[in-house]
């Protein structure tokens, strides 16, 4: 690149180094960009011919991005249930498919101004307690992690939403932090088993988030033997697209009233709603 490194040039030169590994190279050379520079879209259209200064910052992030790193975690942040949120390595980066995990609990709560005790296991980077937490004003949540880090991911978000007096944080494994009364369980837990081969891009995210033992619905087992345990009325979680017939077989004559299953967007099985 020339001395005097200008917009287009710029966009030019990112495209080249990430096309090979990134298969929408020239939008997230611009994504890349408009975050180096702090401006929109429109802007970058119509300043074709401004300087861009320091670029060795600008081509370190387009390095990471061609070895395959989310580009979340280089942004620093993550879109979810139409709201952004702050995203790090050390917290699992949310998926579409867990804004069907809050539908989920949504429809299961009749009275949305109930004064309710949810907690969730598992609460990476704190979004699905956050949007619970707009969407019901009563409903006092907490949220429990193993992962040090993933608690103060949370924390940062929960700063942004100012949700601070209505979500509390808790280390700890699984339901161990909790001696409240729950109304209400919910979780994304890890699902995939230890075997299973991944996406490069996943070796970035934290794999205690993902990985939940040999077999991969351990964890979620772990789960229902608490809600059995501590009598939780509601329980609602994510599971991984071939675990409904396990967790149906687990289940069986069990004293519930219900066990309903919902699917992700491309039909395949994605979490259930247990009802005790």
């Given at each position: 690149?020339?001395?005097?490194?200008?917009?287009?040039?710029?966009?030019?030169?990112?495209?080249?180094?990430?096309?090979?590994?990134?298969?929408?190279?020239?939008?997230?050379?611009?994504?890349?960009?408009?975050?180096?520079?702090?401006?929109?879209?429109?802007?970058?259209?119509?300043?074709?011919?401004?300087?861009?200064?320091?670029?060795?910052?600008?081509?370190?992030?387009?390095?990471?991005?061609?070895?395959?790193?989310?580009?979340?975690?280089?942004?620093?942040?993550?879109?979810?249930?139409?709201?952004?949120?702050?995203?790090?390595?050390?917290?699992?980066?949310?998926?579409?498919?867990?804004?069907?995990?809050?539908?989920?609990?949504?429809?299961?709560?009749?009275?949305?101004?109930?004064?309710?005790?949810?907690?969730?296991?598992?609460?990476?980077?704190?979004?699905?307690?956050?949007?619970?937490?707009?969407?019901?004003?009563?409903?006092?949540?907490?949220?429990?992690?193993?992962?040090?880090?993933?608690?103060?991911?949370?924390?940062?978000?929960?700063?942004?939403?100012?949700?601070?007096?209505?979500?509390?944080?808790?280390?700890?494994?699984?339901?161990?932090?909790?001696?409240?009364?729950?109304?209400y369980l919910v979780s994304n837990p890890p699902y995939i088993a230890s075997d299973a081969s991944l996406e490069s891009n996943l070796s970035y995210e934290p794999q205690n988030a993902l990985f939940g033992g040999n077999v991969g619905d351990e964890i979620i087992k772990e789960l229902l033997d608490g809600v059995l345990?501590?009598?939780?009325?509601?329980?609602?979680?994510?599971?991984?697209?071939?675990?409904?017939?396990?967790?149906?077989?687990?289940?069986?004559?069990?004293?519930?009233?219900?066990?309903?299953?919902?699917?992700?967007?491309?039909?395949?099985?994605?979490?259930?709603?247990?009802?005790?």
């Open positions: 690149m020339s001395s005097r490194h200008i917009v287009k040039d710029v966009l030019k030169e990112l495209t080249g180094r990430l096309k090979e590994s990134i298969p929408r190279a020239s939008r997230e050379a611009q994504l890349l960009l408009m975050h180096h520079l702090g401006v929109d879209e429109l802007w970058l259209l119509m300043n074709q011919d401004e300087e861009v200064k320091d670029i060795e910052k600008l081509l370190e992030m387009a390095y990471r991005r061609a070895k395959n790193e989310p580009l979340e975690y280089i942004l620093g942040r993550v879109s979810f249930y139409s709201e952004e949120f702050y995203i790090d390595r050390g917290a699992l980066i949310p998926r579409p498919e867990t804004e069907l995990l809050i539908d989920e609990v949504l429809k299961n709560i009749e009275d949305k101004n109930a004064k309710l005790t949810i907690v969730e296991v598992g609460v990476g980077s704190g979004i699905i307690s956050i949007m619970l937490a707009k969407f019901l004003p009563n409903v006092k949540f907490i949220a429990v992690d193993i992962s040090e880090v993933a608690l103060s991911v949370a924390r940062k978000n929960i700063t942004k939403f100012a949700l601070e007096h209505r979500i509390e944080l808790r280390h700890g494994s699984l339901l161990e932090p909790i001696v409240e009364k729950i109304d345990k501590a009598k939780i009325n509601l329980f609602s979680c994510e599971m991984g697209y071939d675990q409904k017939d396990k967790i149906r077989s687990y289940l069986n004559n069990r004293p519930l009233e219900s066990l309903n299953f919902y699917k992700d967007y491309s039909d395949f099985d994605r979490g259930f709603t247990l009802r005790l």
